[in-house]
């Protein structure tokens, strides 16, 4: 049985027992001649697996590798390439630089592939990275490939926590891209990022100010709004700034379904707080879906604390809202949302006679 093992520039292979010193470079040239010389599966996936365990060290092999990567051969031998390209690392970015502007699609999503790996191997080589994978992230003809990118780009800003970079990229994909599945990759990327940087990045994605034709803008916006959900749902208080600028939305905003988005955040960033607000505004909206979302949404509350006054202070609005509404569902929303309100009540005043 051999065993491989390092000691400095050396290989040292233990063979029935005896020690036999070799010098990785000429190691590294024998598998270069098998590669190139060679016809045997076996011997060149004996070579090529060599390589893999040499690690960096491989560095002079980078064309054969390249070469077995880029064409038709063993599957087995193959991922035995990607892997040793991937530990070279670094000084493999060049030739993987190429396959991004081959013509076919397979080698172009090879090459992402490859380089998303190193950089998540390898910090110090990100912000080079991303500057070979924004074009495809952005201009790529093929929407899979733009996919692959998104994906490739938020596995490094998770890692990497919250680069600058990354999150613009996916700004600007998310307010510019056509295809609907590759805008919504880059706002599920924001809302799993999260943090302030991601925050900034949706609430600029959510304005109408930021489209240079804004009756067009609304399913793109919806998108952000909706990443917007998931940090909300996490970590409510770190929107709270933003409750102005959500409810200015809910107001004012001509999409309904941007106008439906908001609620969610709203309600669980500001609770109780500006539920009386929310239910002002959504009296007056001429759509079903938006009285429904709303009445729907405030049942959110039920888990939070608030106080008597509160409670009471809301319960005419959606009285008038059970009385006026011209749909019945809505109606019977409202009446809903009264009763469990005055359940709250209730209980409310049975812990005060207990005290």
Request: charged share 30%; with cysteine; glycine share 4%.
């Amino acid at each position: 049985m051999n065993i491989l093992t390092f000691k400095e520039n050396h290989l040292i292979l233990i063979k029935g027992g005896y020690l036999i010193m070799s010098n990785i470079k000429d190691r590294v040239d024998q598998c270069i001649k098998i590669l190139q010389n060679n016809k045997s599966t076996k011997e060149r996936k004996a070579a090529v697996k060599e390589l893999n365990a040499l690690g960096f060290s491989a560095e002079a092999a980078l064309p054969e590798l390249m070469n077995i990567i880029s064409k038709k051969d063993d599957f087995s031998i193959q991922s035995l390439a990607e892997e040793a390209v991937v530990k070279i690392g670094e000084p493999a970015i060049p030739a993987l630089k190429k396959l991004l502007k081959a013509v076919s699609k397979k080698k172009r999503l090879k090459g992402l592939g490859l380089l998303g790996e190193i950089a998540l191997m390898d910090k110090k080589v990100i912000n080079e990275v991303l500057l070979l994978i924004k074009p495809l992230v952005r201009y790529d003809i093929n929407s899979q490939v733009r996919l692959n990118a998104i994906s490739i780009i938020k596995k490094l800003a998770l890692k990497y926590s919250n680069q600058q970079s990354i999150v613009e990229l996916l700004g600007v994909v998310l307010r510019t891209e056509r295809d609907f599945l590759v805008r919504r990759a880059a706002g599920e990327a924001l809302g799993e990022i999260k943090g302030k940087l991601v925050i900034m990045e949706l609430i600029k994605s959510m304005d109408r100010k930021n489209y240079p034709f804004f009756r067009l803008s609304g399913e793109f916006r919806v998108e952000a709004a909706n990443a917007f959900v998931e940090i909300a749902m996490d970590k409510p208080k770190s929107i709270n700034e933003h409750i102005p600028f959500l409810l200015d939305i809910l107001d004012n905003d001509p999409y309904t379904p941007m106008r439906i988005t908001v609620l969610i955040p709203l309600i669980m960033s500001g609770g109780w707080n500006i539920i009386e607000d929310i239910l002002e505004i959504i009296v007056k909206d001429k759509w079903l879906q938006v009285r429904m979302s709303a009445l729907e949404s405030a049942d959110l509350l039920i888990h939070q604390k608030t106080s008597r006054s509160k409670i009471t202070s809301i319960l005419p609005i959606l009285k008038k809202i059970a009385r006026e509404d011209k749909y019945q569902c809505v109606q019977e929303s409202a009446q809903d949302l009264i009763e469990n309100f005055e359940d709250l009540l209730k209980e409310e005043e049975s812990e005060d006679d207990n005290l």
